[in-house]
């Protein structure tokens, strides 16, 4: 789902600055904003009807946009009650 995806504005500025958790209040800030609130739907839509693989590109495991979105969507999921 390329909308759900960070900017590569983002993914690159990621990249050159290493903070992760400034990375991630960035991308909920992408995230809120259409076109991607509407396929962050969609995907939310996806993980309440069975598992989701999300993929990632980085050789960090621990800090990448995969690990970010799965973040932010247990948040949203979990502020849902």
Do not use: Q
Not at 4 to 27: I, M, N, Q
Not at 46 to 73: C, F, Q, W
Request: negative net charge; charged residues 25%; glycine residues 4%.
């Amino acid at each position: 789902m390329r909308d759900v995806s960070p900017s590569s504005d983002l993914r690159k500025w990621a990249h050159t600055s290493g903070d992760f958790a400034e990375f991630c209040a960035r991308y909920a800030d992408e995230l809120a904003a259409a076109p991607a609130s509407e396929a962050l739907e969609t995907l939310i839509e996806h993980i309440r009807s069975g598992p989701v693989t999300m993929l990632y590109g980085a050789k960090d495991e621990s800090h990448n946009n995969a690990v970010a979105l799965r973040d932010h969507v247990l948040t949203m999921l979990a502020e849902e009650g």
